[in-house]
Antibody, heavy 116, light 108 residues
Framework: QVQLQESGPGLVKPSETLSLTCTVS????????WSWIRQPPGKGLEWIGD???????NYKPSLKTRVTISGDTSKNQISLKLTSVTAADTAVYYC??????????WGQGTLVTVSS | EIVLTQSPGTLSLSPGERATLSCRAS???????LAWYQQKPGQAPRLVIY???SRATGIPDRFSGSGSGTDFTLTISRLEPEDFAVYYC?????????FGQGTKVDIK
C-alpha cells in the first residue's frame, strides 16, 4: 500500500523560497506521475504541477515562473520549490499520486505559513 | 482552461436522505477525465469517483456518479453520518488539472 508523507518548514518568510519534500513508500516514484496540490485555509484545492521521473514536468501556468518539481529516485522522494512567496502562498500542501486522470492517493498534507 | 462550477455551495440534509451534487464544466469534457473527492475537516481529500461513474477502492455503493458533456452529478443515495463532508469535482485535460470550488454537505 503506497503512502505519501510531506515534510518541510512550516513557516517561510515573504520573498523567500518554500521547499517541501514528499517521501513515497510502498511504490517506486518511477512508476507513476506525481502531483503537488495546495489548499489555502478555508478554501478549495489548487493544482500546482506534476512530474514523471523520466523527465516530464508540467506546471499550472499562473505559477510556472516560480515552481520547480523534481524527483530523487535514490530516496524515492518528490520535491517542490516555490520561489518569491507571499502571504497568498499560505496553504496546506499535498503531494499525490496520479492514476490516469485522477489523484488516487494523497499525503496527509503540511501547512506552510508565509509570514515575517 | 476548463472551469468547473459546483452547485449548490452547501447542501443541508438529514442522515438517510439523498444527496445530489452538481458539477458543470465550462465546455464539454471527456467523462474519462472527471473525478470526485470527499474531504473531511483536517483530512486530505479522498478519491470517491473516477471516470465520472466508477467508484474508487473501498467506496460504498451508496455513492454513484453520472453525467457527460458539461454536466456531471455525484449522488449519495442514503446519507450516513460519515458522509457529511466537502465534495470536489476535478477534471484533467490538455495537461491541466482543475477543481471545482466544492459543495459542503452538512447536517440539517
Amino acid at each position: 500500500q503506497v503512502q505519501l508523507q510531506e515534510s518541510g518548514p512550516g513557516l517561510v518568510k515573504p520573498s523567500e523560497t518554500l521547499s517541501l519534500t514528499c517521501t513515497v513508500s510502498g511504490d517506486s516514484i518511477r512508476n507513476y506521475f506525481w502531483s503537488w496540490i495546495r489548499q489555502p485555509p478555508g478554501k478549495g484545492l489548487e493544482w500546482i504541477g506534476d512530474i514523471f521521473i523520466s523527465g516530464h514536468t508540467n506546471y499550472k501556468p499562473s505559477l510556472k515562473t516560480r515552481v520547480t518539481i523534481s524527483g530523487d529516485t535514490s530516496k524515492n522522494q518528490i520535491s517542490l520549490k516555490l520561489t518569491s512567496v507571499t502571504a497568498a502562498d499560505t496553504a496546506v500542501y499535498y503531494c499525490s499520486r496520479v492514476h490516469i486522470a485522477e489523484f488516487d492517493t494523497w499525503g496527509q498534507g503540511t501547512l506552510v505559513t508565509v509570514s515575517s | 482552461e476548463i472551469v468547473l462550477t459546483q452547485s449548490p455551495g452547501t447542501l443541508s440534509l438529514s442522515p438517510g436522505e439523498r444527496a445530489t451534487l452538481s458539477c458543470r464544466a465550462s465546455q464539454s469534457v471527456s467523462s474519462s477525465n472527471l473525478a470526485w473527492y470527499q474531504q473531511k475537516p483536517g483530512q486530505a481529500p479522498r478519491l470517491v469517483i473516477y471516470s465520472a461513474s466508477s467508484r474508487a477502492t473501498g467506496i460504498p455503493d451508496r455513492f454513484s456518479g453520472s453525467g457527460s458533456g458539461t454536466d456531471f452529478t455525484l449522488t449519495i443515495s442514503r446519507l450516513e453520518p460519515e458522509d457529511f463532508a466537502v465534495y470536489y469535482c476535478q477534471h484533467y485535460g490538455s495537461s491541466l488539472w482543475t477543481f471545482g470550488q466544492g459543495t459542503k454537505v452538512d447536517i440539517k
